[in-house]
């Protein structure tokens, strides 16, 4: 079977799963969230390992639960859990028997604030009433996705970054292009909750900010020299691939919508 054949059969399985856990948001979303950012941050912290560092990969599984547990259910205690989760992972790798860094807990600790904290953002995102903001934002990324792919291979002749071979100039304006189309797409359905400001705006900013969070894992694995993050999605990668973009755009469009709207 082929990759793109692969891709395709993933996409037609996986895309209903996840946007009716979108739809349907609390608990469904929450659990949701929950086992993808473990997925997440297992990838990430196994990725370095190639470098000979060791994060603590289960320890940061465990703390970014409750990390993301304490912020679903009590909102009230999340310094005081970041301040803890800070202190025990500095703590078990100092008290580690073997493979004992002191790169191992910034890598962890890194892992949760770039992986976990824009999990919680969508789940907060998800509380703003009228609309569904996640969906919107998904839909975006998607859309940016599968236009610079399709632009770079047909049109692309300027590499983008020597990070990522495949990627082009070409492409990326395509993807850009076609994001904010999408954006206003939504806008002419929602004009009373989303404006035409708002959709130029998040439009752009998912646009550009999207492409940069994939260079950036794209970055991550040329640095750890892995192809994928790791290979449990057939013609895919990881799962961190997948969700390279949405973790890195997540705390933009929270900012935006909460605090500058």
Same mark, same amino acid.
């Given at each position: 079977?082929?990759? /793109?054949?692969?891709?395709?059969?993933?996409?037609?399985?996986?895309?209903?799963?996840?946007?009716?856990?979108?739809?349907?948001?609390?608990?469904?979303?929450?659990?949701?969230?929950?086992?993808?950012?473990?997925?997440?941050?297992?990838?990430?912290?196994?990725?370095?390992?190639?470098?000979?560092?060791?994060?603590?990969?289960?320890?940061?599984?465990?703390?970014?639960?409750?990390?993301?547990?304490?912020?679903?259910?009590?909102?009230?205690?999340?310094?005081?859990?970041?301040?803890?989760?800070? /202190?025990?992972?500095?703590?078990?790798?100092?008290?580690?028997?073997?493979?004992?860094?002191?790169?191992?807990?910034?890598?962890?600790?890194?892992?949760?604030? &770039?992986?976990?904290?824009?999990?919680?953002?969508?789940?907060?995102?998800?509380?703003?009433?009228?609309?569904?903001?996640?969906?919107?934002?998904?839909?975006?990324?998607?859309?940016? @996705?599968?236009?610079?792919?399709?632009?770079?291979? &047909?049109?692309?002749?300027?590499?983008?970054?020597?990070?990522?071979?495949?990627?082009?100039?070409?492409?990326?304006?395509?993807?850009?292009?076609?994001?904010?189309?999408?954006?206003?797409?939504?806008?002419?359905?929602?004009?009373?909750?989303?404006?035409?400001?708002?959709?130029? /705006?998040?439009?752009?900013?998912?646009?550009?900010?999207?492409?940069?969070?994939?260079?950036?894992?794209?970055?991550?694995?040329?640095?750890?020299?892995?192809?994928?993050?790791?290979?449990?999605?057939?013609?895919?990668?990881?799962?961190?691939?997948?969700? @390279?973009?949405?973790?890195?755009?997540?705390? /933009?469009?929270?900012?935006?919508?909460?605090?500058?709207?």
């Amino acid at each position: 079977m082929s990759n /793109i054949v692969k891709r395709v059969l993933i996409g037609v399985i996986g895309i209903p799963i996840i946007l009716f856990l979108i739809f349907k948001g609390g608990l469904y979303f929450f659990v949701f969230t929950l086992i993808v950012q473990s997925v997440c941050l297992f990838e990430f912290n196994k990725m370095f390992e190639k470098r000979k560092y060791y994060p603590l990969k289960i320890f940061a599984m465990l703390c970014s639960l409750i990390f993301l547990c304490v912020s679903y259910f009590l909102e009230s205690y999340i310094t005081l859990c970041v301040l803890s989760i800070i /202190i025990l992972t500095v703590s078990v790798e100092v008290f580690r028997k073997g493979k004992r860094n002191p790169v191992n807990p910034v890598i962890s600790i890194f892992s949760m604030l &770039y992986i976990t904290v824009p999990f919680i953002l969508l789940n907060e995102l998800l509380l703003i009433n009228n609309f569904n903001i996640v969906f919107y934002v998904v839909v975006l990324i998607w859309s940016c @996705d599968t236009f610079a792919y399709f632009g770079g291979k &047909y049109f692309g002749k300027h590499l983008l970054s020597s990070i990522s071979p495949k990627k082009t100039w070409e492409g990326s304006v395509i993807g850009f292009i076609f994001t904010n189309i999408a954006s206003l797409i939504f806008h002419f359905y929602f004009p009373e909750v989303l404006t035409l400001e708002d959709a130029l /705006i998040v439009g752009s900013a998912v646009g550009i900010f999207g492409q940069i969070g994939d260079l950036f894992e794209s970055m991550l694995k040329r640095y750890n020299e892995v192809k994928d993050s790791s290979n449990i999605i057939p013609g895919h990668g990881g799962v961190l691939d997948r969700f @390279d973009s949405l973790i890195f755009v997540s705390p /933009i469009v929270f900012v935006y919508f909460n605090y500058l709207k």
